[in-house]
Structure formats: C-alpha cells, structure tokens
C-alpha cells in the first residue's frame, strides 16, 4: 500500500474542501514541477491563484513543498503567499515532518499534493500523511522520467488505481 494514494485526480483544481473533509485533512503540501506548474516551467497551472485563494477562505492551510532547490520554489511561494520547504528529498519523511512542525498540524491531518508515485506517494505514505495524486500536467521529456511513469503505469494496473469520480 506504500505506493497507494489516497485520492487519485486529475487537476490540483479539481481538489475540493469536501475531498479533504472526507480525508479529515486542514494543511496541504503542495509539489511543484507538474503539480502548480509545468516541469521546470514558471508559469502557474491554469485557475491556480482562484484554487488558492478558494482554499484559504475555507481554512485550509498551505504550504510548497518539493525536491527542488529554494531558488526555483521561492518565486512561485512568493507569488501565492505561501511558505515553502525547498529540498525536501522525497521521498524521505523528513522534509514532511520539518513541514508538519512548521505548519504546526498533525501529519494525520495534512496530505501531500503531487504527481509522482515514486517520491510523493511513497513519501507521503513513510511520512503518515495523506496523498492526493495527480496526473501530471505535461509529459516530461527526460528518459528516467518516462521510465518512471511506465512503472508508475503498472502500479496503477496493479492497485486499480483510477481518477476519483464524483
């Protein structure tokens, strides 16, 4: 079940309170490269900011976290007010725990935002937070990505994992 999100979509926009309701979840940690934005791009994922914005009133609390260095995530953790953790080697629990501890919430009540079975749900589920999966916003170009989301294909076959549908 290491490799098992909890909730499978398609969109972080797609991402409603009433999702994180049903999760018990109030603190998001949200992955940048294909989550909030494209691989290596700058420009924010469409309908973003508004998703933010939506979140925050809410209650929901906030944070960027991900395997890129702070120079890349502080732009866009600037540009939506947020607090980040660049660096966070997932899928190693401890970028979680500094975000938790920071964050000041249980893990139990936080889920990590991403698109990568291999470092956000692994690390989410070593962490003891819940995951939320995405599908990636474009298909990456590198060879060890393609590799990955081959693989990533067949943990799908084999957990019957599918987008959730309402």
Request: charged share 30%; no cysteine; aromatic share 6%.
């Amino acid at each position: 079940m290491l490799l098992k999100p909890h909730l499978k979509l398609k969109r972080i926009t797609d991402i409603k309170p009433e999702h994180l309701s049903m999760l018990g979840v109030s603190t998001l940690f949200l992955d940048v490269d294909n989550t909030i934005s494209t691989d290596h791009g700058t420009h924010l994922a469409e309908g973003l900011t508004e998703w933010i914005e939506g979140m925050k009133a809410a209650g929901v609390k906030l944070m960027i976290l991900s395997n890129a260095k702070s120079e890349r995530v502080k732009p866009f953790a600037k540009r939506l007010g947020l607090d980040f953790i660049g660096l966070a080697m997932k899928p190693l629990p401890f970028g979680f725990f500094r975000g938790a501890k920071r964050a000041g919430i249980p893990r139990k009540n936080t889920a990590i935002v991403g698109d990568q079975i291999f470092t956000d749900t692994l690390g989410g589920r070593l962490a003891g937070v819940k995951v939320i999966l995405l599908t990636p916003i474009e298909p990456e170009k590198q060879l060890s990505f393609r590799i990955r989301r081959k693989l990533e294909k067949a943990v799908f076959r084999i957990h019957r994992i599918k987008d959730y549908e309402e």
